[in-house]
Nanobody, 114 residues
């Protein structure tokens, strides 16, 4: 089983925070978060690489923080100052060491609403 497992989604008020987690089934060199809002294309949110390099989409930079726990093969996405436009299904994508392509999780819903 190589499909990563996401957790941590839910309903939060504007300005609130949520923490998403993605657990991979083995060692990986890249993990990324994407999101897809209703009626829109999936968009990239953030990436973290083996060496610790992090990149963020302009729309979330300064509000979201991606981090990894190597011992647990887990990547977290801390989301602060959430806005209604952050509402989407969030997916993690994992590039495993020694495996071709990317493996995708099933997604977790994040809803930002008052």
């Amino acid at each position: 089983q190589v499909q990563p497992v996401e957790s941590g989604g839910g309903l939060v008020q504007p300005g609130g925070s949520l923490r998403l987690s993605c657990t991979a089934s083995g060692s990986f060199f890249r993990m990324a978060w994407y999101r897809q809002a209703p009626g829109k294309q999936r968009e990239w949110v953030a990436t973290i690489l083996t060496g610790g390099t992090k990149n963020y989409a302009d729309s979330v930079r300064g509000r979201f923080t991606i981090s990894r726990d190597n011992a647990k093969n887990t990547v977290n996405l801390q989301m602060n100052s959430l806005k209604p436009e952050d509402t989407a299904v969030y997916y993690c994508s994992v590039d495993y060491i020694g495996r071709p392509g990317s493996s995708w999780g099933q997604g977790t819903q994040v809803t930002v609403s008052s």
